[in-house]
């Protein structure tokens, strides 16, 4: 299949006429990648089952694995649901549109195919431009996972979307790089307390101060053992993951107290990664590091990317998955990581660096 490559140059001056064709395409059942503040969607019309079947294909992902159903007003909700908790109703108002994901009881309308056979349905109103237009102009709800092979990095940029669908969609709207750069927050509301069941930039602090009450699913927090169901399907998979083998240093003070990390354990962090580093490398392999603009200057061999400042968690988030796509150019068998402090955005950006390796963390 030939992938059409469309570039809309200002995402905050969309012109209809740009985004007909595309909207033309997921209307007849085709898919069409597009641009959201998180990251690249795989869309395809989510209440038409074989192109969910599509969509899975086109990723290789495991079809238990239920899609997001994107809208672009509150409108376009109801269809999709049995009803809305009230929970659900004041997480719409509070972050609607923007990076958050609300699981609600799902109505009839919605295919199994778009669900995984769940008898839930995630929904979720992007806050982009493009992303909304696409939607509203496309007249039905978007299926939309991440655009990347499944298993691989969420693609942040149209470039990451072509290395990945270059041949297995019909459309890639380009509209440069994604403003967030990890996915949404998912909150499942369908039970009588909410839960957080994947972490992102609508952070627990957040949510918090706007429910109260509110769980998290543990496997957000750590390794699951195989009898545990994560609620979220996609997040038992070793997702996010680079190429490589991924080793991230943690100090042991960490886990659980997710207050700043202080200049100390920092420090003893980055003597880790040298020293880890060092050795992989005298064994002649490809080693990769992921530091930051403060630590960069103490790192003189391998291949070194600062991933961001500890000054802001959105640099870090931003950069995240761009910086593991790149590790995966370069072909390197070895990514030595420090890790962030998990409060706030820092909890998404903690949960996927240590998804990413596979939860192979060398505490210190
Ligand atoms: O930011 C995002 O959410 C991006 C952009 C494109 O909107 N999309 C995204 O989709 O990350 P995806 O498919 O890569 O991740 C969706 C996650 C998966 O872990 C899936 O298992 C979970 O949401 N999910 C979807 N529907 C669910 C449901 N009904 N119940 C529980 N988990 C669900
Ligand atoms: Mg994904």
């Known amino acids: 299949m030939e992938t059409k490559r469309i570039v809309i140059k200002d995402r905050n001056n969309v012109k209809e006429e740009e985004l007909l064709e595309a909207a033309e395409i997921l209307r007849r059942g085709g898919l069409v990648a597009f641009p959201t503040e998180t990251v690249y969607g795989l869309g395809g019309n989510a209440l038409d089952e074989r192109a969910a079947g599509k969509i899975y294909a086109a990723k290789g992902r495991p079809s238990d694995n239920p899609l997001i159903a994107h809208v672009s007003c509150e409108s376009e909700v109801e269809p999709l649901v049995k009803e809305i908790p009230e929970a659900g109703l004041r997480l719409m108002k509070a972050f609607w549109p923007g990076p958050l994901t609300i699981i609600f009881p799902k109505s009839d309308r919605v295919p199994s195919g778009t669900t995984g056979g769940l008898d839930t349905v995630a929904v979720r109103m992007p806050d982009d431009p493009v992303a909304s237009r696409l939607i509203s102009l496309a007249g039905v709800p978007v299926a939309a996972p991440s655009a990347n092979i499944s298993g691989r990095p969420s693609p942040t940029t149209a470039d990451h979307v072509w290395q990945d669908m270059n041949g297995r969609i019909d459309m890639i709207i380009d509209s440069g790089a994604v403003g967030i750069g990890v996915e949404s927050t998912i909150v499942d509301v369908s039970a009588p307390v909410p839960a957080v069941l994947r972490p992102g930039a609508v ?18 927090l750590g390794p699951v053992s195989a009898d545990v169901k994560p609620k979220a399907p996609g997040m038992k998979y070793k997702h996010y993951a680079p190429k490589a083998d991924l080793i991230l240093v943690e100090p042991k003070e960490s886990p659980g107290s997710p207050s700043v990390m202080d200049k100390a ?34 790192y003189s061999e391998g291949l070194i990317r600062s991933i961001g400042t500890r000054e802001s968690q959105e640099s870090v988030a931003h950069n995240l998955y761009a910086v593991l796509r790149e590790f995966d150019e370069l072909q390197v068998e070895y990514i030595f990581s420090e890790s962030f402090a998990e409060d706030h955005l820092g909890q998404a950006i903690m949960n996927r660096l240590s998804k990413a390796s596979g939860y192979n963390i060398v505490r210190i």
């Open 203 to 220: 952070t627990m602090e957040m949510l918090r101060q706007e429910l109260g009450e509110i769980t998290v699913d543990p496997a957000i």
């Open 265 to 298: 354990q920092v420090e003893r962090m980055v003597d880790k990664v040298q020293i880890l580093a060092k050795k992989r490398l005298e064994e002649g392999h490809r080693v990769g590091i992921i530091c930051t603009d403060e630590s960069r200057h103490s």
